[in-house]
C-alpha cells in the first residue's frame, strides 16, 4: 500500500470516528472540545454543518400534508394510510412526555430518531404484520424527511437489516403463488368466463411479465414495444412518475398484441396516432381503463372454480398478486438470479426481492419432503451387517 493510500484511509478512518462521536453526544458538545483545544487545522474538521431541527410535530405534518410532500406522489390509499399512521405517531410522542423518553410532539425531531425511541414505538405492536407496517411508515418518513439530521452509523443503525426498522418475514407470511396446474387450469376457465379473451389476456400478461394490478389497469397501447420485448408501466403508488419499462416474454407480448389488434384495430384508422395510442388496453367503455376491482373479482371467481375442481384448498390464500408471485418463483426455479429478477420485478431495493428466496427455500423443504426415497422405510441391523460394505 503506497503512503498516499495509508494517508486516504486515515482520514475516512477519522470522518467515521467523528460521525460516531456526534451521534453519541451531538454536534454542539463535540464542537465545544474541539474549541477548548484550540486545535489549529489546515483543513476543515470532518464534522457535517449543524442544521436547525424542525420538531417532530412539523416534520411529520409536512411530510403528509406540506405543499412538496413526497406523500403527493403516491396513490391514495397510501396517502390515506401514511396520514392515519403520522397521527398515531404524533399521539405516541404526546404520551410519551409522560414518560420523559420524548419531551412531546414540539422537541426537535433527533428525539424521535434515537433507536431506543423508535424500538419503544414499534415494541407496542405484537402482530408481526401490524409491526411491517409501522416499520415501513417509519423508513419511508425518515428517507424522505429525516436524513439530514442522520449520522452515517445512526443511519445504518437504523436500517440495517437486522436493526430496528427492519421488516421481517415470517414463514406463515410468506407470498402465495399459483402452481402451473392452477395456472393452466385457470386459463381454461377463461373460455366459458364472459368476457374470456380479455381474461386469458390478463392473466397470460401477469404470468409472462410478473407486473402488478395497478400497472396492469393503466397499460395503454402505447406503452407495448413490440421491437423491445417490453412495456411500459407507472412506477407502484407513484402518479406522476416517468414510466418504467418492463421485460416481457415473447409469448406473452404476442397474446397482448393480438387482442389490441382485435379489440382495437378497427378504430386505427378512425383516429388519430395519439388518440390511438391513449387508449387503454384493458377497457370497460370507451377510454376508461377498466377497474382493478373488476379484475380482482374475475380471478376470485376463477379461484372459487378450481376449489369446486379441487385444485385450490380451502385454506390457500390466493389473489390477483399470487400471479405476480409465481413469476419471481419460476424465475427462481429455472435458474434466474435473484438480481435479474429484481430488475424484472421493478423493485427498488433487492431487499423486496428477497422475499421469494425464504418463500423457495420453503417449497424446496415441502420437496424434499416428497422425494420418493421418504416413502421407503430402510434400516440397517446390525446382524446382517455386511462387513464387505
Same mark, same amino acid.
Given at each position: 500500500m503506497s503512503p498516499l493510500e495509508r494517508k486516504n484511509t486515515a482520514k475516512q478512518d477519522i470522518e467515521q470516528l467523528f460521525e460516531k462521536l456526534i451521534d453519541q453526544y451531538s454536534f454542539k458538545e463535540v464542537e465545544k472540545v474541539l474549541n477548548k483545544l484550540n486545535l489549529q487545522t489546515h483543513e476543515q474538521v470532518p464534522v457535517r454543518t449543524p442544521m436547525e431541527e424542525p420538531s417532530i410535530e412539523c416534520s411529520l405534518q409536512n411530510f403528509a400534508y406540506g405543499n412538496e410532500s413526497f406523500l403527493r406522489t403516491l396513490s391514495s390509499n397510501t396517502q390515506k394510510a401514511y396520514k392515519t399512521e403520522t397521527k398515531l405517531l404524533l399521539d405516541y410522542c404526546n404520551y410519551t412526555k409522560k414518560s420523559g423518553l420524548i419531551n412531546g410532539s414540539k422537541s426537535p425531531i433527533t428525539q424521535l430518531l434515537n433507536p431506543l425511541t423508535l424500538s419503544s414505538y414499534l415494541n407496542q405492536y405484537t402482530n408481526s404484520n401490524t409491526r411491517n407496517k409501522k416499520a415501513s411508515f417509519l423508513r419511508s418518513f425518515i428517507k424522505n424527511s429525516c436524513e439530514d439530521f442522520l449520522s452515517k452509523p445512526a443511519y445504518n443503525r437504523l436500517f440495517h437489516r437486522k436493526g430496528v426498522l427492519s421488516v421481517t418475514t415470517i414463514t406463515e407470511d410468506l407470498p402465495k403463488a399459483f402452481t402451473d396446474k392452477q395456472i393452466i387450469a385457470m386459463l381454461e376457465e377463461c373460455r366459458y368466463t364472459h368476457n374470456g379473451l380479455r381474461n386469458f389476456t390478463i392473466i397470460n400478461t401477469f404470468i409472462y411479465s410478473g407486473i402488478r394490478l395497478d400497472e396492469l389497469v393503466n397499460l395503454q397501447i402505447e406503452d407495448v414495444d413490440q421491437r423491445n420485448n417490453k412495456i411500459l408501466v407507472r412506477p407502484k403508488g407513484?402518479?406522476?412518475?416517468?414510466?418504467?419499462?418492463?421485460? /416481457?416474454?415473447?409469448?406473452?407480448?404476442?397474446?397482448?398484441?393480438?387482442?389490441?389488434?382485435?379489440?382495437?384495430?378497427?378504430?386505427?384508422?378512425k383516429l388519430s396516432n395519439d388518440e390511438y395510442n391513449?387508449?387503454? /388496453?384493458?377497457?370497460?367503455?370507451?377510454?376508461?381503463a377498466i377497474s382493478v376491482r373488476t379484475v380482482q373479482k374475475m380471478v376470485e371467481k376463477l379461484i372459487e372454480k378450481l376449489k369446486g375442481k379441487g385444485l385450490v384448498l380451502e385454506d390457500q390464500k390466493l389473489s390477483v398478486h399470487s400471479f405476480r408471485h409465481s413469476f419471481a418463483i419460476y424465475s427462481l426455479e429455472s435458474g434466474i438470479d435473484i438480481y435479474k429478477i429484481s430488475k424484472l420485478l421493478?423493485?427498488?431495493?433487492?431487499?423486496?426481492?428477497?422475499?421469494?428466496?425464504?418463500?423457495?427455500?420453503?417449497?424446496?423443504?415441502?420437496? /424434499?419432503?416428497?422425494?420418493?426415497?421418504?416413502?421407503?422405510?430402510?434400516? /440397517?441391523?446390525?446382524?446382517?451387517?455386511?462387513?464387505?460394505?
Amino acid at each position: 500500500m503506497s503512503p498516499l493510500e495509508r494517508k486516504n484511509t486515515a482520514k475516512q478512518d477519522i470522518e467515521q470516528l467523528f460521525e460516531k462521536l456526534i451521534d453519541q453526544y451531538s454536534f454542539k458538545e463535540v464542537e465545544k472540545v474541539l474549541n477548548k483545544l484550540n486545535l489549529q487545522t489546515h483543513e476543515q474538521v470532518p464534522v457535517r454543518t449543524p442544521m436547525e431541527e424542525p420538531s417532530i410535530e412539523c416534520s411529520l405534518q409536512n411530510f403528509a400534508y406540506g405543499n412538496e410532500s413526497f406523500l403527493r406522489t403516491l396513490s391514495s390509499n397510501t396517502q390515506k394510510a401514511y396520514k392515519t399512521e403520522t397521527k398515531l405517531l404524533l399521539d405516541y410522542c404526546n404520551y410519551t412526555k409522560k414518560s420523559g423518553l420524548i419531551n412531546g410532539s414540539k422537541s426537535p425531531i433527533t428525539q424521535l430518531l434515537n433507536p431506543l425511541t423508535l424500538s419503544s414505538y414499534l415494541n407496542q405492536y405484537t402482530n408481526s404484520n401490524t409491526r411491517n407496517k409501522k416499520a415501513s411508515f417509519l423508513r419511508s418518513f425518515i428517507k424522505n424527511s429525516c436524513e439530514d439530521f442522520l449520522s452515517k452509523p445512526a443511519y445504518n443503525r437504523l436500517f440495517h437489516r437486522k436493526g430496528v426498522l427492519s421488516v421481517t418475514t415470517i414463514t406463515e407470511d410468506l407470498p402465495k403463488a399459483f402452481t402451473d396446474k392452477q395456472i393452466i387450469a385457470m386459463l381454461e376457465e377463461c373460455r366459458y368466463t364472459h368476457n374470456g379473451l380479455r381474461n386469458f389476456t390478463i392473466i397470460n400478461t401477469f404470468i409472462y411479465s410478473g407486473i402488478r394490478l395497478d400497472e396492469l389497469v393503466n397499460l395503454q397501447i402505447e406503452d407495448v414495444d413490440q421491437r423491445n420485448n417490453k412495456i411500459l408501466v407507472r412506477p407502484k403508488g407513484r402518479k406522476n412518475e416517468k414510466k418504467q419499462s418492463r421485460f /416481457i416474454h415473447q409469448n406473452g407480448l404476442q397474446i397482448l398484441t393480438n387482442y389490441i389488434d382485435f379489440i382495437h384495430g378497427h378504430e386505427k384508422d378512425k383516429l388519430s396516432n395519439d388518440e390511438y395510442n391513449s387508449k387503454f /388496453i384493458f377497457s370497460t367503455s370507451g377510454d376508461r381503463a377498466i377497474s382493478v376491482r373488476t379484475v380482482q373479482k374475475m380471478v376470485e371467481k376463477l379461484i372459487e372454480k378450481l376449489k369446486g375442481k379441487g385444485l385450490v384448498l380451502e385454506d390457500q390464500k390466493l389473489s390477483v398478486h399470487s400471479f405476480r408471485h409465481s413469476f419471481a418463483i419460476y424465475s427462481l426455479e429455472s435458474g434466474i438470479d435473484i438480481y435479474k429478477i429484481s430488475k424484472l420485478l421493478g423493485h427498488k431495493s433487492i431487499t423486496s426481492t428477497e422475499v421469494y428466496l425464504k418463500m423457495f427455500d420453503f417449497q424446496l423443504k415441502e420437496a /424434499i419432503e416428497n422425494h420418493p426415497f421418504a416413502k421407503l422405510n430402510l434400516s /440397517i441391523k446390525g446382524d446382517h451387517h455386511d462387513s464387505r460394505v
